[in-house]
């Protein structure tokens, strides 16, 4: 069974910094191109990043270019989302994804980041 758990969220001043992570289990961690999906409060979903599995091959949405930085660790079955230069729009619900083949798609629980004075 596929799973990702998120973690790493919390409240943030701008221009503050913030580590997401997500545990993944289920599947050949390094085989897998994985992503990191926002939702804004009453917003849709917005891509945020991926990296390919071997980790040597990553993009950013715009929004973000610049100030967040995708890595994974093989070793540790875990995808990071650095995130700097954070500002109020950057508040949203973090989720990690992963393609599941078709139209399908596994996704963890999600992790909050606020980024409020």
């Known amino acids: 069974e596929v799973q990702l758990v998120e973690s790493g969220g919390g409240l943030v001043q701008p221009g503050g910094s913030l580590r997401l992570s997500c545990a993944a289990s289920?599947?050949?961690?390094?085989?897998?191109?994985l992503n990191w999906v926002r939702q804004a409060p009453g917003k849709g979903l917005e891509w945020v990043s991926a990296?390919?599995?071997?980790?040597?091959?990553?993009s950013v949405g715009n929004a973000v270019k610049g100030r967040f930085t995708i890595s994974r660790d093989n070793a540790k079955n875990t995808v990071y989302l650095q995130m700097n230069s954070l500002k109020d729009e950057d508040t949203a619900v973090y989720y990690c994804?992963?393609?599941?083949?078709?139209?399908?798609?596994?996704w963890g629980q999600g992790t909050q980041v606020t980024v409020s004075s």
């Open positions: 994804a992963k393609w599941g083949g078709g139209s399908s798609w596994y």
């Open positions: 990296i390919n599995g071997g980790g040597g091959l990553s």
């Open positions: 289920g599947f050949t961690f390094s085989s897998y191109h």
